[in-house]
């Protein structure tokens, strides 16, 4: 799981970057053709994480309903606020590290199997994050492609 771990780590490293380089107005702009922004992508990301490793696992997720609520699969983006920004960039690497350490003190023990939408097949915890570095690898391209066009 080492590899898994340092891979999600340079991923979400470079999420913050992108973050960082984009106004308030600019991560929340929706450009033409585009069904979401930069701020969306950011908040789906971390509750997709937490949906398919913590609630899949059976234990409580490490965020809010309303975050959940608010950038789960299928949501459309609203408004976010600096502090919602603030927060999703804190949460980028709280939970790599809280999801780190739940693994390595064994907090991981069942795991309820799951199909995507997409159709991959999620049977253990393990499965779970190599999909889970697979998914945000595909939102890290959206972004690449949404800052070309605000």
Excluded: C
């Excluded at 309303?66 to 299928?74: L, P, R, S, V, W």
């Amino acid at each position: 799981m080492e590899a898994t771990f340092k891979i999600w780590e340079t991923s979400r490293n470079i999420y913050l970057k992108i973050i960082e380089n984009y106004s308030l107005e600019q991560l929340n702009k929706i450009p033409e053709g585009f069904s979401n922004n930069l701020a969306w992508n950011l908040g789906h990301i971390i509750v997709s994480q937490q949906g398919l490793v913590y609630r899949l696992s059976g234990l409580p997720m490490n965020i809010s309903p309303e975050m959940m609520e608010k950038y789960k699969n299928g949501s459309k983006p609203t408004a976010t606020t600096q502090e919602e920004i603030e927060e999703l960039k804190v949460l980028l690497f709280s939970l790599l590290e809280k999801t780190k350490e739940d693994y390595a003190s064994g907090k991981f023990i069942s795991y309820d199997e799951y199909t995507t939408g997409t159709g991959f097949h999620l049977a253990n915890i393990k499965d779970a994050m190599e999909f889970n570095n697979y998914h945000e690898g595909i939102h890290l391209g959206f972004m690449m492609n949404i800052r070309k066009f605000i």
